[in-house]
């Protein structure tokens, strides 16, 4: 069976800092990855998504990135964090069906 | 433009039923979603609607009617642990991308 996993759980940044997030999934190949944001309120906002190692499209400007190094794995980084960053970040993948299948997600609080 | 529209919150008795609406006006629509979503967790799938009518699945059911962008989700025998957001979403016309254009939730609180 698939699954997707997520880490870090939980991170507290100051304004300014880096950031790598990661993603990977297991038990497929080929998959659709997606990397969304949900602020406190705010419903989930398509940040990338990628068909495929190195294809990478960004759905919103700001200064954040991510890379797809390998098949199962996409990263969410950034250079220097705001504070409009904080919020709750979701990876998602799907392959054969439409529907889309979430990971456990990682709460940035940016300080 | 793109916009999903839902109620922000809605409270219900235990073992009672309730629906939740999403209107919803996108560029281009291939299927809409559901999601639930508890509090800090990640949203878990509940029904897909690509045709006009219903989809029953145990407790929860869909509605689709794509001529009103019109959309519920239909919760019955409710239980406690229903309390939970309801996300609906759509998914765009992307082809491979399958991008889903999400609402913002509707809070459902199950009350004893």
């Known amino acids: 069976s698939q699954t997707i996993h997520q880490w870090p759980a939980t991170l507290v940044q100051p304004v300014g800092s880096p950031l790598s997030l990661e993603c990977t999934v297991e038990?497929?190949?080929?998959?659709?990855l997606y990397w969304y944001r949900q602020a406190a309120g705010r419903g989930l906002q398509l940040l990338f998504y990628s068909v495929g190692i190195g294809q990478i499209s960004s759905e919103v400007p700001q200064n954040l990135s991510a890379s797809r190094p390998q098949d199962r794995q996409f990263i969410l980084s950034s250079k220097k964090l705001l504070l409009s960053d904080s919020g709750f970040y979701l990876c998602?993948?799907?392959?054969?069906?439409?529907?889309?299948?979430f990971g456990p997600g990682t709460r940035l609080t940016v300080t | 433009g793109q916009n999903i529209d839902q109620p922000t919150e809605m409270t219900a008795t235990e073992g009672a039923i309730v629906q939740i609406n999403c209107t919803y006006q996108?560029?281009?629509?291939?299927?809409l979603f559901w999601y639930q979503q508890h509090a800090g967790e990640a949203p878990t799938f509940l029904s897909y609607n690509v045709l006009d009518g219903l989809e029953e699945k145990g407790r929860f059911s869909s509605f689709l009617s794509r001529s009103k962008g019109y959309s519920y989700l239909l919760l019955k025998e409710l239980q406690m642990k229903d309390s939970a957001s309801y996300l609906c979403?759509?998914?765009?016309?992307?082809?491979?991308?399958?991008?889903?254009?999400f609402g913002t939730g509707t809070l459902l609180a199950v009350q004893p």
């Open positions: 998602a993948w799907r392959q054969a069906g439409y529907e889309q299948y």
């Open positions: 038990g497929t190949s080929n998959p659709n």
């Open positions: 996108t560029s281009g629509f291939n299927g």
């Open positions: 979403a759509v998914r765009d016309y992307g082809g491979a991308t399958n991008k889903l254009i």
